[in-house]
């Protein structure tokens, strides 16, 4: 009976160590409350969604993806192709404003289209907004101009109260954020990490997927001073070996399991 008793104290004493050393890792919900889980209450990057989770304790802030309109607007929305979510042919940044503030997820709910303007008052200094800039290729025959894009986020920014971090998976547009944001770049191939690393050493780091980083070349980032975020983490297994992995934050889809597992 003591030895049983003493086991059960042991293994609780292990339980708690093993919740302590994910205490430094941040949660940062993913598009709000994650992107393609079923237990999303609400479609990705709406009010709604981000609202959710920042009222979760030990959520450390939110990503959103934004994208910009014809008019210079910002909007929260994942997907390029609107007919896969709002059931629109086109883009975004081919549409006016008017036309976009119809427009509603085909969903339960009919959340609608989110501006990026109507969710900076849900933020207060002690959380994080990470902002996924959604540039577009050129060859899809859509451009985007940097410089206007920045300039409208500035002006969107200028009265957040919340640290704000920009990342970027259009390696061209790193230049034109990099000086005045918390800027992250979002690359799979580890050269190309390591060159826009050396070439802009003021970038803050690198938020990427799950498997394009091993544990030991976080943890040698980590020992550069840079910081190292990772997301498409859906399911408890991918929870758990990020975490394992020690970086500094994870982008769960499924943010009820990875706090549990994190804490």
């Known amino acids: 009976m003591i030895y049983r008793c003493f086991l059960v104290f042991i ?3 292990s339980s708690c160590q093993k919740r302590g050393d994910y205490d430094q890792i941040l949660i940062i919900g993913h598009g709000g409350m994650g992107l393609d889980h079923l237990m999303s209450i609400y479609h990705d990057n709406t009010f709604e969604s981000v609202e959710l989770a920042l009222e979760f304790s030990g959520v450390n802030g ?18 390029t192709d609107l007919s896969l979510s709002l059931g629109v042919d086109g883009s975004i940044p081919e549409y006016h404003t008017e ?55 500035d002006t969107i920014l200028m009265e957040a109260a919340c640290e704000i971090s920009v990342i970027l998976v259009n390696g061209s547009w790193v230049s034109y954020f990099v000086d005045d944001y918390q800027t992250y770049l979002d690359t799979d191939s580890k050269s190309i990490m390591d060159s826009y690393l050396s070439s802009y050493p003021q970038l803050a780091g690198l938020v990427v997927r799950y498997e394009s980083l091993s544990r030991t070349e976080i943890q040698d980032y980590l020992n ?27 982008l769960p889809d499924d943010i009820r ?4 597992e994190a804490r």
């Open 62 to 79: 939110v990503e959103v993806d934004v994208q910009m309109d014809l008019d210079g607007e910002l909007w929260l929305c994942h997907d």
């Open 99 to 153: 036309f976009l503030e119809e427009q509603s997820y085909e969903t339960i709910r009919k959340e609608k289209l989110c501006k990026l303007r109507d969710v900076i008052h849900l933020f207060d200094d002690s959380d994080q907004l990470f902002i996924d800039v959604k540039s577009f290729n050129p060859s899809s025959g859509i451009i985007v101009d940097p410089m206007l894009f920045k300039e409208a986020l």
């Open 224 to 250: 550069q001073n840079w910081q190292i975020y990772l997301y498409e983490i859906r399911s408890v297994k991918r929870i758990r070996n990020a975490l394992e992995k020690r970086p500094s934050g994870i």
């Open 257 to 260: 399991r990875a706090l549990i």
């Open 11 to 13: 293994l609780f004493l």
